[in-house]
């Protein structure tokens, strides 16, 4: 009889946590049981300056929890003046400093404890790969490191100083020689990685969502078209375009909503058809909203054509189909392409805007049947990393 396969998750994001990355990992350890690897996961503690997402809590929990001292937040003290400055130049990796000081100190113990087959660690924050990439090093044990996103490739990228971009190069690196297999969750992310590390091998395992997180029922067929932007709103991505674009239609029998704002970001204004907007909502409580929306919306500006946002699958696991204003030639056009689950329509012609969603309301929306979405599904998705961790590292 074989020895028990076992890998040893670093996760600093994990449920209860709320982020986007939690889920990922949170999936990852719920179903890689069942293609023969057994998971032991060390998260950070819950941090209270965030929101909590109690849908995965328990299931399963983390085995280690850290509880680490972050120097950086004391910045708030300061002058705002000074605190973005300061804030950057003492960044490096990132601002969770105490994190990756945490692990490092950790998981030496932690490795001699469970003796995994394969040290796992993604990447938010990036601190995490660095103390992951080390250990494992150190132990002799193969790592596969799970890119959330992109490094010095990030549109959000803007080292403090050159010596900064020097130490963040290196850094990256560093953890691509001693990475068994990289996996990231982006297509143009894996090609890029391909091209300047071309020793390391480099896998896509995209986002997706879980048909058991919560039931959908079919749309809605009321005489009322009711548009749905569930998530953040942040960075280059906003509600405000297709706002626009829908009231240049001058259609009476819209309604758009805007759920899971939680930084409070975006405030409604005044439109010719209802728009709320609402904070941070449970993924167990997304059931009800995406039963009662019509199609969803996404907009990005053109420093995002990179970026292949997490909402995408949900809204692809809801049976409806999405409008997106995105960067001609990103990401986000050629999935939407691929998959056939939405339109979209180039963010730099913006009088292409209403008529492309003239068309989808009027043909496309009638004449949609939604793809099945079975490859993005969590579980198929373990099946691929339990792949990817039995040719790094099983017996």
Not at 10 to 15: E, I, Q
Not at 330 to 343: F, K, N
Not at 365 to 374: I, K, M, N, Q
Request: proline residues 11%; contains cysteine; charged residues 20%.
């Amino acid at each position: 009889m074989s020895a028990p396969k076992r890998v040893l998750m670093v996760a600093c994001h994990f449920p209860p946590a709320g982020a986007v990355a939690a889920h990922r990992a949170s999936k990852f350890a719920r179903y890689l049981p069942e293609f023969g690897w057994t998971t032991a996961v060390v998260a950070r503690q819950p941090d209270p300056m965030q929101p909590l997402d109690p849908s995965f809590e328990g299931c399963p929990p983390a085995d280690h929890r850290l509880q680490p001292f972050e120097p950086l937040r004391a910045l708030g003290l300061l002058p705002a003046s000074l605190r973005e400055r300061a804030r950057r130049l003492l960044s490096f990796p990132d601002e969770e400093l105490g994190w990756m000081a945490a692990l490092e100190a950790g998981l030496p113990g932690l490795i001699e404890r469970h003796r995994p087959g394969v040290l796992w660690a993604n990447s938010v924050p990036t601190g995490s790969l660095i103390a992951a990439s080390r250990a494992a090093r150190r132990a002799r044990l193969p790592f596969v490191a799970d890119f959330h996103n992109e490094w010095t490739r990030n549109m959000y990228y803007k080292p403090a100083t050159p010596l900064h971009d020097v130490w963040q190069r290196r850094m990256e690196a560093s953890v691509m020689k001693s990475a068994s297999v990289v996996v990231t969750l982006n297509p143009l992310h894996t090609e890029d990685l391909r091209a300047r590390f071309p020793g390391t091998r480099c896998e896509t395992i995209e986002n997706g969502f879980d048909p058991g997180d919560y039931a959908v029922g079919p749309p809605p067929k009321g005489p009322r078209l009711v548009f749905t932007y569930a998530g953040a709103v942040y960075g280059h991505q906003s509600p405000r375009p297709f706002l626009e674009t829908l009231a240049r239609l001058g259609r009476a029998d819209v309604e758009a909503r805007i759920v899971g704002d939680r930084f409070g970001s975006f405030a409604p204004g005044a439109w010719p058809f209802p728009v709320s907007v609402s904070g941070h909502l449970a993924q167990r409580d997304l059931g009800p909203v995406f039963s009662t929306s019509t199609a969803f919306f996404l907009c990005l500006e053109t420093p995002a054509a990179r970026q292949l946002p997490a909402k995408l699958y949900e809204y692809l696991r809801a049976g409806r189909p999405t409008f997106a204003i995105a960067p001609r030639g990103g990401i986000v056009e050629a999935w939407l392409r691929r998959t056939g689950a939405g339109v979209p329509v180039p963010s730099e012609e913006p009088d292409r805007w209403a008529p492309a969603l003239a068309e989808f309301i009027d043909a496309f929306l009638p004449r949609y049947v939604a793809p099945s979405g079975e490859e993005y599904q969590r579980r198929a998705q373990a099946g691929k990393l339990a792949g990817i961790l039995d040719e790094a590292g099983g017996p």
